[in-house]
């Protein structure tokens, strides 16, 4: 009976040590597109608005420098097509280049699409309230001619310009509100929400490292909402209860070898 006994608390610790978490694919990942590292790490040193993320980034120095042109190789994508684009609003464009390329925690809003120079994009992945109504704010006064900037360019000289019969407006013309700025500019990739900084139910586009990432905690939310049944689980339970089965599998033979040596031990 005492080797029965032991030989199956040996199974149950096996087992136990065997349940480990399952690495989440929605969580600490980068996307496949243009710029993107296959797999986010440390970068020594990223340029002034993407620096926040040189712990743990998708993109390159290199890619955190081209961000901060004016025009830049990334897209050949200019920000001055309807004159010079005040400073205050350009920083915005900026952090959200910076959050696309750089941010390994849009995981939950990654799209497949099927494009030439991208197979994934993010779509409707939530903004807090203060990062959209901040960039229409300073943007509001500055000058465009296209509410989707994501199509319907004239490309004729390589670089975006207005196309044929369209004209510069105030921004506040083309997108009256904060939400129509977020949602419609970059063709849905960001949802406007009432969710606020440090609620846990949005994304900053721009962060102070000093205090840490805020958005881990976001895509780790939204992953789990993601994935979750209509039962609620807790997702470190979920994780370990589907690597249990596995475990179990893997240590039923062990088991089987030290029954009839437990029962030998009984005689």
Known sequence: A??????????????????VPVKDPLLNVCMDAKHHKS???????????CSPWKDNACCTANTSSEAHRDQSNLYNFNWNHCGVM??????HFIQDTCLYECSPNLGPWIDQVDSSWRRERILHVPLCK????????????????????????????????????????????????????CEKIWSH??????????????????????????NVAVARHYAWKKRS??????????????????????LLPLAL????????GCG
């Open 229 to 250: 049944s209509p039962t609620r689980v807790a997702p470190e339970s979920a994780q370990a209860r589907r690597a249990l089965p596995w475990a179990v599998l893997v």
């Open 39 to 49: 797999q986010p790490g440390p970068e020594g040193k990223l340029h002034d608005q």
């Open 2 to 19: 005492v080797g029965m006994a032991v030989g199956l608390a040996l199974l149950v610790l096996l087992a136990a040590s065997a349940v």
């Open 86 to 91: 005040a400073p205050k609003c350009k920083r």
């Open 189 to 214: 990739s960001y949802k406007y929400t009432l969710e606020q900084r440090g609620s846990g139910r949005c994304i900053q586009m721009w962060f102070d490292p000093a205090h840490g990432n805020p």
């Open 257 to 264: 070898e030290l029954l009839p040596a437990a029962a030998g």
């Open 130 to 181: 203060e990062d959209c109504e901040e960039w229409w704010r300073d943007c509001k006064d500055s000058l465009t001619c296209k509410e989707n900037w994501h199509q319907g360019w004239n490309w004729a000289t390589g670089t975006n310009r207005c196309p044929w019969g369209s004209m510069c407006r105030p921004f506040s013309k083309i997108f009256p509100r904060p939400k129509d700025l």
